[in-house]
């Protein structure tokens, strides 16, 4: 339902588009999970990010750093409670 990021310990994670902070806490299966909500509706997840730098309804630009992962990060991404295919927007 989406990709499984392995990067660096303590890689800097940065928003892929701009949006509103929606959630953040534990999801199942992604740990500890921030959400953004971008204009179009999509809403991307954020999953097993530590150090989160951002608050819940903050707005974040594109770029904009929201936590951090150790060695691997989960990024969804979801509209209207469905799962979308992440290689659409991770081009």
């Not at 951002?54 to 630009?61: F, M």
Request: net charge negative; hydrophobic share 30%; charged share 25%.
């Amino acid at each position: 339902d989406g990709a499984k990021l392995y990067v660096e310990k303590n890689t800097a994670i940065k928003s892929a588009e701009s949006g509103i902070v929606i959630y953040i806490g534990n999801k199942d299966n992604y740990n500890n999970t921030v959400v953004i909500q971008r204009i179009d509706g999509v809403d991307e997840w954020y999953g097993n990010i530590n150090n989160v730098g951002v608050k819940l309804y903050d707005y974040v630009s594109k770029g904009t750093i929201i936590g951090e992962a150790d060695d691997y990060y989960y990024l969804v991404y979801k509209k209207d409670g469905k799962n979308l295919n992440y290689e659409e927007y991770i081009k």
